[in-house]
Protein backbone atom coordinates (compact mmCIF):
# COMPACT_ATOMS: atom_id res chain seq x y z
CA UNK A 1 0.00 0.00 0.00
CA UNK A 2 1.22 3.84 -0.34
CA UNK A 3 2.14 4.02 3.30
CA UNK A 4 4.20 1.11 3.67
CA UNK A 5 5.81 1.92 0.20
CA UNK A 6 6.94 5.52 0.91
CA UNK A 7 9.26 4.76 3.66
CA UNK A 8 10.76 1.84 1.15
CA UNK A 9 11.38 5.24 -1.71
CA UNK A 10 12.75 7.29 0.94
CA UNK A 11 15.01 5.05 2.23
CA UNK A 12 16.48 4.48 -1.40
CA UNK A 13 17.45 7.87 -2.03
CA UNK A 14 18.67 7.88 1.24
CA UNK A 15 21.09 5.47 0.11
CA UNK A 16 22.53 7.37 -2.79
CA UNK A 17 26.13 8.88 -1.99
CA UNK A 18 25.95 12.28 -0.53
CA UNK A 19 21.97 12.34 -0.18
CA UNK A 20 20.85 14.64 2.64
CA UNK A 21 19.50 13.18 5.57
CA UNK A 22 15.77 14.51 4.83
CA UNK A 23 14.43 13.14 8.60
CA UNK A 24 11.29 12.18 6.80
CA UNK A 25 8.97 10.34 9.47
CA UNK A 26 5.75 8.49 8.89
CA UNK A 27 2.67 8.92 10.84
CA UNK A 28 -0.66 7.07 11.67
CA UNK A 29 -3.67 9.02 11.18
CA UNK A 30 -3.97 10.23 15.08
CA UNK A 31 -0.55 12.11 14.83
CA UNK A 32 -1.69 13.80 11.68
CA UNK A 33 -4.86 14.83 13.49
CA UNK A 34 -2.85 16.48 16.39
CA UNK A 35 -0.68 18.40 13.96
CA UNK A 36 -3.97 19.00 11.09
CA UNK A 37 -7.16 18.94 13.64
CA UNK A 38 -9.78 19.86 10.16
CA UNK A 39 -8.52 16.56 8.80
CA UNK A 40 -10.88 14.03 7.48
CA UNK A 41 -11.43 10.78 8.92
CA UNK A 42 -10.88 8.95 5.18
CA UNK A 43 -7.22 9.85 5.44
CA UNK A 44 -5.23 6.91 6.96
CA UNK A 45 -2.01 8.38 7.59
CA UNK A 46 1.06 10.94 6.46
CA UNK A 47 4.69 11.67 6.08
CA UNK A 48 6.13 14.82 7.53
CA UNK A 49 9.33 16.14 6.68
CA UNK A 50 10.72 19.32 8.60
CA UNK A 51 12.70 20.60 5.46
CA UNK A 52 9.43 20.74 3.79
CA UNK A 53 8.47 24.60 3.03
CA UNK A 54 5.99 26.89 1.13
CA UNK A 55 6.61 30.20 -0.56
CA UNK A 56 4.18 31.93 -2.20
CA UNK A 57 5.26 32.16 -5.84
CA UNK A 58 3.95 36.22 -6.92
CA UNK A 59 5.45 37.31 -3.63
CA UNK A 60 9.03 35.17 -4.83
CA UNK A 61 8.34 37.08 -8.47
CA UNK A 62 7.87 40.27 -6.58
CA UNK A 63 11.11 39.98 -4.90
CA UNK A 64 13.00 39.03 -7.65
CA UNK A 65 11.99 42.36 -9.64
CA UNK A 66 13.00 44.26 -6.59
CA UNK A 67 16.43 42.54 -6.49
CA UNK A 68 16.20 43.62 -10.34
CA UNK A 69 15.61 47.53 -9.18
CA UNK A 70 18.40 47.11 -6.59
CA UNK A 71 21.19 45.76 -8.53
CA UNK A 72 21.02 47.77 -11.37
CA UNK A 73 19.19 44.80 -13.90
CA UNK A 74 16.76 45.94 -17.38
CA UNK A 75 14.11 43.61 -17.85
CA UNK A 76 12.73 43.57 -20.75
CA UNK A 77 9.56 41.30 -20.82
CA UNK A 78 8.19 40.62 -24.44
CA UNK A 79 11.18 40.28 -26.35
CA UNK A 80 11.14 36.79 -27.95
CA UNK A 81 14.95 35.42 -28.88
CA UNK A 82 14.42 34.56 -32.08
CA UNK A 83 18.82 33.96 -32.89
CA UNK A 84 21.76 34.39 -30.93
CA UNK A 85 25.22 34.21 -32.44
CA UNK A 86 29.32 35.30 -31.23
CA UNK A 87 30.91 38.45 -33.09
CA UNK A 88 33.97 40.21 -32.03
CA UNK A 89 33.40 38.57 -28.22
CA UNK A 90 30.28 39.78 -27.99
CA UNK A 91 26.76 37.71 -28.00
CA UNK A 92 24.05 39.26 -30.45
CA UNK A 93 20.49 38.31 -30.02
CA UNK A 94 18.28 39.04 -32.41
CA UNK A 95 14.44 40.25 -30.98
CA UNK A 96 11.30 41.74 -32.75
CA UNK A 97 12.35 44.73 -30.77
CA UNK A 98 15.92 45.03 -32.44
CA UNK A 99 19.60 43.26 -31.27
CA UNK A 100 20.81 42.84 -28.01
CA UNK A 101 24.17 42.78 -27.24
CA UNK A 102 26.15 40.82 -24.44
CA UNK A 103 29.10 39.56 -23.18
CA UNK A 104 27.88 36.61 -21.59
CA UNK A 105 24.29 34.97 -21.99
CA UNK A 106 22.39 32.41 -19.79
CA UNK A 107 19.59 30.64 -21.48
CA UNK A 108 16.63 30.85 -19.06
CA UNK A 109 13.38 30.47 -21.74
CA UNK A 110 12.14 27.82 -20.18
CA UNK A 111 10.85 25.20 -22.40
CA UNK A 112 12.19 27.23 -25.58
CA UNK A 113 16.03 26.97 -24.27
CA UNK A 114 15.51 23.35 -26.45
CA UNK A 115 15.78 26.08 -29.24
CA UNK A 116 17.80 28.30 -28.20
CA UNK A 117 20.57 25.77 -26.82
CA UNK A 118 21.58 24.69 -29.98
CA UNK A 119 22.11 28.60 -31.26
CA UNK A 120 25.41 28.38 -28.50
CA UNK A 121 26.44 24.97 -29.18
CA UNK A 122 24.97 23.59 -25.89
CA UNK A 123 21.63 20.72 -25.37
CA UNK A 124 18.68 21.13 -23.40
CA UNK A 125 16.08 18.33 -24.08
CA UNK A 126 12.89 18.94 -23.02
CA UNK A 127 9.56 17.06 -22.07
CA UNK A 128 7.02 19.17 -20.97
CA UNK A 129 3.48 18.29 -19.10
CA UNK A 130 0.36 20.24 -18.31
CA UNK A 131 -0.95 20.84 -15.05
CA UNK A 132 -4.59 21.82 -13.47
CA UNK A 133 -4.44 24.05 -10.43
CA UNK A 134 -7.95 24.63 -8.32
CA UNK A 135 -8.02 27.95 -5.93
CA UNK A 136 -10.28 28.39 -3.76
CA UNK A 137 -11.48 31.97 -1.55
CA UNK A 138 -9.98 32.77 1.18
CA UNK A 139 -10.37 31.33 4.71
CA UNK A 140 -8.57 30.45 7.75
CA UNK A 141 -5.47 29.55 8.41
CA UNK A 142 -5.74 25.67 8.94
CA UNK A 143 -2.64 24.42 6.58
CA UNK A 144 0.41 25.37 8.02
CA UNK A 145 2.37 22.72 6.14
CA UNK A 146 2.56 22.15 2.26
CA UNK A 147 0.93 18.82 1.71
CA UNK A 148 1.62 16.99 -1.76
CA UNK A 149 -1.41 18.23 -3.66
CA UNK A 150 -2.86 20.71 -1.10
CA UNK A 151 -1.29 24.24 -0.01
CA UNK A 152 -2.60 27.25 1.40
CA UNK A 153 -1.14 30.61 1.09
CA UNK A 154 -0.67 33.45 3.27
CA UNK A 155 -3.06 35.35 1.92
CA UNK A 156 -5.84 32.59 2.99
CA UNK A 157 -6.61 30.47 -0.51
CA UNK A 158 -6.10 26.92 -0.94
CA UNK A 159 -4.19 25.79 -4.06
CA UNK A 160 -5.42 22.20 -5.15
CA UNK A 161 -4.09 20.55 -7.76
CA UNK A 162 -1.07 18.19 -8.90
CA UNK A 163 -2.71 16.84 -12.48
CA UNK A 164 -0.01 15.79 -15.12
CA UNK A 165 -1.48 15.26 -18.68
CA UNK A 166 0.62 15.16 -21.80
CA UNK A 167 -1.61 17.63 -23.86
CA UNK A 168 0.68 20.50 -24.45
CA UNK A 169 -2.43 23.02 -24.75
CA UNK A 170 -3.11 25.60 -21.75
CA UNK A 171 -6.24 27.33 -22.77
CA UNK A 172 -8.62 24.91 -21.78
CA UNK A 173 -9.22 22.93 -18.80
CA UNK A 174 -10.53 19.94 -18.42
CA UNK A 175 -13.57 19.68 -15.73
CA UNK A 176 -13.17 15.98 -15.10
CA UNK A 177 -9.87 16.70 -13.62
CA UNK A 178 -10.22 19.65 -11.34
CA UNK A 179 -13.77 17.34 -10.19
CA UNK A 180 -11.15 14.33 -9.68
CA UNK A 181 -8.65 16.54 -7.75
CA UNK A 182 -11.13 18.99 -5.61
CA UNK A 183 -12.97 15.55 -4.61
CA UNK A 184 -10.05 14.43 -2.89
CA UNK A 185 -9.25 17.72 -1.38
CA UNK A 186 -12.69 17.50 0.06
CA UNK A 187 -11.70 14.19 0.91
CA UNK A 188 -8.76 15.14 3.42
CA UNK A 189 -10.34 18.34 4.60
CA UNK A 190 -13.53 17.97 4.65
CA UNK A 191 -14.37 21.80 5.49
CA UNK A 192 -12.99 22.61 1.79
CA UNK A 193 -16.63 21.49 0.46
CA UNK A 194 -18.41 24.49 1.69
CA UNK A 195 -15.68 26.85 -0.12
CA UNK A 196 -15.87 28.35 -3.49
CA UNK A 197 -13.70 27.97 -6.28
CA UNK A 198 -12.69 31.08 -7.53
CA UNK A 199 -10.31 30.36 -10.61
CA UNK A 200 -9.10 27.32 -11.86
CA UNK A 201 -5.96 27.19 -14.53
CA UNK A 202 -3.50 25.33 -16.39
CA UNK A 203 -0.12 25.14 -17.10
CA UNK A 204 2.69 23.92 -19.55
CA UNK A 205 5.54 22.67 -16.80
CA UNK A 206 9.01 23.63 -17.88
CA UNK A 207 10.47 19.99 -17.43
CA UNK A 208 13.67 18.30 -18.70
CA UNK A 209 13.14 15.16 -20.29
CA UNK A 210 14.93 13.31 -17.38
CA UNK A 211 12.62 15.48 -14.70
CA UNK A 212 15.77 16.86 -13.48
CA UNK A 213 17.40 20.35 -13.90
CA UNK A 214 19.82 21.13 -16.58
CA UNK A 215 22.54 23.91 -15.77
CA UNK A 216 25.25 24.08 -18.45
CA UNK A 217 28.20 25.96 -20.13
CA UNK A 218 29.11 25.95 -23.20
CA UNK A 219 32.61 25.12 -24.65
CA UNK A 220 32.22 26.44 -28.09
CA UNK A 221 30.49 30.03 -27.37
CA UNK A 222 32.56 30.74 -23.72
CA UNK A 223 30.30 33.10 -21.98
CA UNK A 224 27.02 31.35 -22.83
CA UNK A 225 25.19 28.96 -20.13
CA UNK A 226 21.81 27.47 -19.77
CA UNK A 227 19.54 26.88 -17.04
CA UNK A 228 16.19 25.51 -16.97
CA UNK A 229 14.19 23.64 -14.54
CA UNK A 230 10.87 21.85 -13.10
CA UNK A 231 10.48 23.68 -9.64
CA UNK A 232 12.06 26.88 -10.26
CA UNK A 233 10.32 28.26 -7.42
CA UNK A 234 11.74 26.12 -5.07
CA UNK A 235 14.98 26.18 -6.56
CA UNK A 236 14.63 30.18 -6.98
CA UNK A 237 17.39 30.71 -4.16
CA UNK A 238 19.59 28.53 -5.51
CA UNK A 239 19.70 30.08 -8.75
CA UNK A 240 20.03 33.75 -7.48
CA UNK A 241 22.70 32.78 -4.48
CA UNK A 242 24.62 29.68 -5.73
CA UNK A 243 24.13 29.47 -10.15
CA UNK A 244 24.36 33.63 -10.68
CA UNK A 245 27.45 33.55 -8.60
CA UNK A 246 29.07 30.81 -10.92
CA UNK A 247 28.06 32.85 -13.80
CA UNK A 248 29.08 35.94 -12.66
CA UNK A 249 32.53 34.25 -12.04
CA UNK A 250 32.74 32.97 -15.41
CA UNK A 251 32.37 29.29 -14.69
CA UNK A 252 30.06 26.54 -13.51
CA UNK A 253 31.61 24.90 -10.44
CA UNK A 254 31.64 21.11 -11.58
CA UNK A 255 31.41 19.84 -7.85
CA UNK A 256 28.27 21.96 -6.82
CA UNK A 257 26.10 21.47 -10.36
CA UNK A 258 28.30 19.27 -12.37
CA UNK A 259 25.66 16.42 -12.37
CA UNK A 260 23.33 18.60 -13.71
CA UNK A 261 25.48 19.04 -17.03
CA UNK A 262 23.38 17.59 -20.55
CA UNK A 263 26.03 15.22 -20.84
CA UNK A 264 23.76 12.81 -18.91
CA UNK A 265 21.72 12.85 -21.97
CA UNK A 266 24.63 11.65 -23.80
CA UNK A 267 24.10 11.14 -27.95
CA UNK A 268 26.96 13.02 -30.14
CA UNK A 269 25.34 16.26 -30.74
CA UNK A 270 25.74 19.94 -28.90
CA UNK A 271 25.66 18.07 -25.74
CA UNK A 272 28.82 17.06 -26.44
CA UNK A 273 30.33 20.64 -26.31
CA UNK A 274 29.59 21.17 -22.75
CA UNK A 275 32.55 23.15 -21.01
CA UNK A 276 32.51 21.17 -18.16
C1 LIG B 1 0.71 23.42 -12.76
C2 LIG B 1 2.10 23.81 -12.33
C3 LIG B 1 2.46 23.64 -11.01
C4 LIG B 1 3.73 23.97 -10.57
N1 LIG B 1 4.04 23.82 -9.26
C5 LIG B 1 5.26 24.19 -8.80
C6 LIG B 1 5.60 24.08 -7.43
O1 LIG B 1 4.81 23.66 -6.62
N2 LIG B 1 6.84 24.45 -7.03
C7 LIG B 1 7.75 24.91 -7.90
O2 LIG B 1 8.86 25.24 -7.49
N3 LIG B 1 7.47 25.02 -9.22
C8 LIG B 1 6.25 24.67 -9.69
N4 LIG B 1 5.95 24.78 -11.02
C9 LIG B 1 7.05 25.04 -11.95
C10 LIG B 1 7.50 26.45 -12.04
O3 LIG B 1 6.43 27.26 -12.42
C11 LIG B 1 8.61 26.44 -13.11
O4 LIG B 1 9.67 25.62 -12.66
C12 LIG B 1 9.17 27.77 -13.34
O5 LIG B 1 8.20 28.65 -13.85
C13 LIG B 1 10.27 27.67 -14.37
O6 LIG B 1 10.82 28.92 -14.42
P1 LIG B 1 11.67 29.41 -15.64
O7 LIG B 1 11.96 30.84 -15.35
O8 LIG B 1 12.78 28.46 -15.89
O9 LIG B 1 10.71 29.27 -16.92
P2 LIG B 1 9.40 30.07 -17.28
O10 LIG B 1 8.62 30.43 -16.07
O11 LIG B 1 8.74 29.29 -18.37
O12 LIG B 1 9.97 31.43 -17.86
C14 LIG B 1 10.62 31.46 -19.09
C15 LIG B 1 10.54 32.87 -19.62
O13 LIG B 1 11.25 32.92 -20.85
C16 LIG B 1 10.46 33.64 -21.79
N5 LIG B 1 10.83 33.15 -23.13
C17 LIG B 1 10.37 32.05 -23.78
N6 LIG B 1 10.94 31.96 -25.00
C18 LIG B 1 11.78 33.00 -25.11
C19 LIG B 1 12.66 33.45 -26.14
N7 LIG B 1 12.79 32.80 -27.30
N8 LIG B 1 13.36 34.58 -25.92
C20 LIG B 1 13.26 35.26 -24.74
N9 LIG B 1 12.44 34.88 -23.72
C21 LIG B 1 11.72 33.77 -23.92
C22 LIG B 1 9.02 33.35 -21.43
O14 LIG B 1 8.19 34.37 -21.92
C23 LIG B 1 9.11 33.35 -19.90
O15 LIG B 1 8.97 34.65 -19.39
C24 LIG B 1 4.68 24.48 -11.49
C25 LIG B 1 4.32 24.65 -12.82
C26 LIG B 1 3.04 24.32 -13.25
C27 LIG B 1 2.67 24.52 -14.69
Keep these: DEIGALPELVKRMHNQVGAADYRMQMMPASEV ?70 AKVVLAAGNANQTLAPMVGLHAPMGPTRGQIVVTERTMPFLPHPLTTIRQTDEGTVMIGDSREEELDDR ?11 DRAQRMFPHLARLNVVRSWAGIRVMPQDGFPIYDQSE ?46 GGNGAAN ?4
Design 33 to 102: KKALPLIGPDVSGGSYCPHDGHVNSLRTFRAFHTGFKAFGVDYFPERPVSAISKRGGEFRLTTPQGELRA
Design 172 to 182: TLKHSISAVMA
Design 220 to 265: SHPGAFVACCHSGVTLASNHAFDVARMVAQGALEPELVGAFSARRF
Design 273 to 276: HSGY
